[in-house]
């Protein structure tokens, strides 16, 4: 590349890469760091003892699972022995019935969860109406919820989203509470002196300084909103991945209960994925000064 | 600016501390903080506040910025009570600025929108124009190459550079500065000073410093405040006669090292007497 102004003479950077000469410069000191290799490593190794001890070994307690080969094999056939594959579409009819209601779940959590955290974190006596009873509601498991929920709810669509919502929706509140409890005083104080009222204090320091804990909470939350989900899926439902594993081991097939497994974990990180890149896009700032201390 | 308008703010933000006690009360226990201190600061005038660490220096601060309230004694403001035994707690107000002992700007703002902040939440300019004021503001404080960058991404001292003039933006009548240069090297602090003084030298605005070192106190002041150690009051005030403008040969001179020496021996008591006391620090 001659001419290109990335690059002077010495090869020394005169000015930050930018587009395609951004991405292979990325790409280029990802090869060259020992980072991918172990996760290859590490993925292989896992592999490779799962497929040792139920497929070779058969070792007590892994007779009766599927060992990688058979559900892999499974997985990418076009006739698949157990029914599930990535060619039928009940599979993709599960994967979107789960995340049709993670979304639904995640954003009624959202939407109530950070607005109360807010109010509960900025106004102590807000906090000392409504702190209590959170903390009373939160520490009781989500399965202990299901009964009700299913008295409460009609059909299979309500009920599920409910426990889901439900369990985000803790952990969003608190977490954002914390938020903005953890902002500096002085930051207060110099709103304060500055000139700004109640709500350019909430606008302007409150909702920001707290937008690092609220990311943090939603990475959680959608976390605990899958396990919920397929904790309430099995229970009660008609579709989604939950259900599959569970209807899987009722009927004795269990190839397709792994398949749900492995793909809920897929899934699931996806959508961590998706949140962590909202909340880096939402805070530039934070993200550019990580960036220089070379986080 | 206008030499107008210069010569008004110089006439405006004289502070008068009289009386003030301010007694804490933690746990059930009184701590007093600050005891029956006086003092007046004339009109831009710069004002040094040097005292061992957490003698109640910063709780005279924080009374007049209207963070903490007052016990008895009244403070007023170009003949307008503050705050006095029946409003303990000064109302806050942009014609008091403070700059935090470690910053205070907002990280999630980017240093000209820091700057706009003031101007653009007490509405007396629109968005737009608070905004080109500050990019305005920030290149004749020799930053407006990093108006668009966050707090985070630039050097401590350009960050403390910006925030004062976060706070000149508003024309504040006083500018309360709380140890803001504490955690920097030497270098980085003559620098800033001179920063500081090239900037009081275009605002005359009333300058409240507080700080512990000697240097700084005599370098940048019209007068140093000693203060005793806690309960604080006020135990002598060293003038410091030298013309303005100054810059940082002085600090080389005979009269600077006199009027060094002169303060000295009155802080390294209060220290020694803070120190032999051994009571936490007050915020």
């Given at each position: 590349?001659?001419?290109?102004?990335?690059?002077s003479?010495?090869?020394?950077?005169?000015?930050?890469?930018?587009?395609?000469?951004?991405?292979?410069?990325?790409?280029?000191?990802?090869?060259?760091?020992?980072?991918?290799?172990?996760?290859?490593?590490?993925?292989?190794?896992?592999?490779?003892?799962?497929?040792?001890?139920?497929?070779?070994?058969?070792?007590?307690?892994?007779?009766?699972?599927?060992?990688?080969?058979?559900?892999?094999?499974?997985?990418?056939?076009?006739?698949?022995?157990q029914?599930?594959?990535?060619?039928?579409?009940?599979?993709?009819?599960?994967?979107w019935?789960?995340?049709?209601?993670?979304?639904?779940?995640?954003?009624?959590?959202?939407?109530?969860?950070?607005?109360?955290?807010?109010c509960?974190?900025?106004?102590?006596?807000?906090?000392?109406?409504t702190?209590?009873?959170?903390?009373?509601?939160?520490?009781?498991?989500?399965?202990?919820?299901?009964?009700?929920?299913?008295?409460?709810?009609r059909?299979?669509?309500?009920?599920?989203?409910?426990?889901?919502?439900?369990?985000?929706?803790?952990?969003?509140?608190?977490?954002?509470?914390?938020?903005?409890?953890?902002?500096?005083?002085?930051?207060?104080?110099?709103?304060?002196?500055?000139?700004?009222?109640?709500?350019?204090?909430?606008?302007?320091?409150?909702?920001?300084?707290?937008?690092?804990?609220?990311?943090?909470?939603?990475?959680?939350?959608?976390?605990?909103?899958?396990?919920?989900?397929?904790?309430?899926?099995?229970?009660s439902?008609?579709?989604?991945?939950?259900?599959?594993?569970?209807?899987?081991?009722?009927?004795?097939?269990?190839?397709?209960?792994?398949?749900?497994m492995?793909?809920?974990?897929?899934?699931g990180?996806?959508?961590?994925v998706?949140?962590?890149?909202?909340?880096?896009?939402?805070?530039?700032w934070?993200?550019?000064?990580?960036?220089?201390?070379?986080? | 600016?206008?030499?107008?308008?210069?010569?008004?703010?110089?006439?405006?933000?004289a502070?008068?501390?009289?009386?003030?006690?301010?007694?804490?009360?933690?746990?059930?226990?009184?701590?007093?903080?600050?005891?029956?201190?006086?003092?007046?600061?004339?009109?831009?005038?710069?004002?040094?506040?040097?005292?061992?660490?957490?003698?109640?220096?910063?709780?005279?601060?924080?009374?007049?910025?209207?963070?903490?309230?007052?016990?008895?004694?009244?403070?007023?403001?170009?003949?307008?009570?503050?705050?006095?035994?029946r409003?303990?707690?000064?109302?806050?107000?942009a014609?008091?600025?403070v700059v935090?002992?470690?910053?205070?700007?907002?990280?999630?703002?980017?240093?000209?929108?820091?700057?706009?902040y003031g101007?653009?939440?007490?509405?007396?300019?629109?968005?737009?124009?608070?905004?080109?004021?500050?990019?305005?503001?920030?290149?004749?404080?020799?930053?407006?190459?990093?108006?668009?960058?966050?707090?985070?991404?630039?050097?401590?001292?350009?960050?403390?550079?910006?925030e004062?003039?976060?706070?000149l933006?508003?024309?504040?009548?006083?500018?309360?500065?709380?140890?803001?240069?504490?955690?920097?090297?030497?270098?980085?602090?003559?620098?800033?000073?001179?920063?500081?003084?090239?900037?009081?030298?275009?605002t005359?605005?009333?300058?409240f410093?507080?700080?512990?070192?000697l240097?700084?106190?005599?370098?940048?002041?019209?007068?140093?405040?000693?203060?005793?150690?806690?309960?604080?009051?006020?135990?002598?005030?060293?003038?410091?006669?030298?013309?303005?403008?100054?810059?940082?040969?002085?600090?080389?001179?005979?009269?600077?090292?006199?009027?060094?020496?002169?303060?000295?021996?009155?802080?390294?008591?209060?220290a020694?007497?803070?120190?032999?006391?051994?009571?936490?620090?007050?915020?």
């Amino acid at each position: 590349m001659t001419g290109s102004p990335v690059e002077s003479v010495s090869g020394r950077r005169s000015e930050p890469p930018r587009g395609m000469a951004l991405f292979a410069y990325r790409a280029g000191r990802m090869v060259r760091t020992t980072g991918p290799y172990l996760t290859v490593l590490g993925i292989g190794a896992w592999l490779l003892l799962w497929w040792l001890f139920s497929e070779v070994w058969y070792l007590p307690r892994f007779e009766k699972m599927p060992g990688p080969v058979a559900v892999l094999s499974d997985l990418f056939a076009r006739d698949p022995f157990q029914g599930i594959s990535i060619f039928t579409d009940e599979y993709y009819e599960h994967i979107w019935v789960s995340c049709r209601r993670i979304l639904f779940a995640f954003c009624i959590a959202t939407g109530v969860g950070v607005p109360l955290g807010l109010c509960m974190g900025w106004s102590v006596q807000f906090r000392h109406y409504t702190f209590p009873i959170l903390e009373t509601l939160r520490p009781i498991p989500i399965l202990a919820w299901v009964p009700l929920s299913i008295l409460m709810f009609r059909g299979f669509e309500a009920p599920v989203i409910f426990l889901a919502t439900l369990a985000s929706l803790f952990v969003t509140t608190l977490n954002t509470m914390l938020g903005v409890q953890s902002i500096d005083e002085s930051y207060f104080r110099a709103a304060g002196c500055l000139g700004s009222n109640r709500w350019q204090i909430f606008r302007h320091v409150v909702v920001p300084g707290a937008l690092p804990f609220i990311f943090t909470g939603l990475q959680i939350s959608i976390g605990v909103a899958w396990f919920s989900l397929v904790a309430a899926e099995m229970v009660s439902g008609d579709w989604g991945l939950g259900y599959l594993i569970v209807d899987a081991y009722m009927n004795n097939v269990t190839v397709p209960m792994v398949i749900g497994m492995i793909t809920l974990g897929f899934v699931g990180w996806g959508t961590s994925v998706l949140v962590r890149i909202a909340g880096n896009r939402m805070m530039q700032w934070r993200t550019r000064a990580l960036a220089l201390e070379g986080r | 600016m206008s030499t107008a308008e210069m010569s008004t703010t110089a006439r405006t933000g004289a502070i008068s501390i009289r009386n003030v006690t301010k007694i804490y009360d933690p746990e059930g226990v009184n701590v007093l903080a600050v005891d029956d201190c006086s003092l007046e600061i004339g009109a831009g005038e710069v004002c040094m506040i040097v005292g061992p660490s957490g003698c109640g220096k910063t709780t005279l601060l924080n009374a007049i910025a209207g963070f903490h309230s007052l016990t008895f004694g009244e403070i007023r403001l170009d003949g307008e009570v503050l705050c006095d035994e029946r409003r303990p707690l000064a109302s806050q107000g942009a014609d008091r600025v403070v700059v935090f002992q470690n910053g205070a700007l907002f990280p999630w703002k980017t240093l000209g929108d820091n700057v706009a902040y003031g101007p653009m939440v007490q509405g007396t300019l629109s968005k737009a124009e608070a905004r080109e004021k500050a990019r305005h503001m920030l290149a004749e404080a020799g930053l407006g190459d990093v108006a668009e960058k966050y707090p985070g991404e630039v050097s401590s001292g350009m960050a403390r550079r910006a925030e004062i003039v976060r706070a000149l933006i508003n024309d504040p009548k006083v500018l309360l500065l709380d140890e803001p240069y504490r955690a920097m090297d030497a270098l980085t602090k003559s620098i800033m000073h001179e920063a500081l003084l090239e900037m009081y030298d275009r605002t005359k605005v009333t300058i409240f410093f507080i700080t512990h070192d000697l240097e700084e106190a005599i370098f940048l002041g019209d007068r140093a405040v000693v203060m005793t150690t806690r309960p604080c009051r006020v135990k002598t005030i060293v003038n410091v006669d030298i013309p303005r403008p100054r810059d940082y040969h002085l600090l080389s001179s005979e009269e600077f090292r006199v009027l060094v020496e002169e303060a000295k021996d009155a802080v390294h008591e209060e220290a020694l007497k803070a120190f032999e006391a051994g009571e936490r620090e007050l915020a």
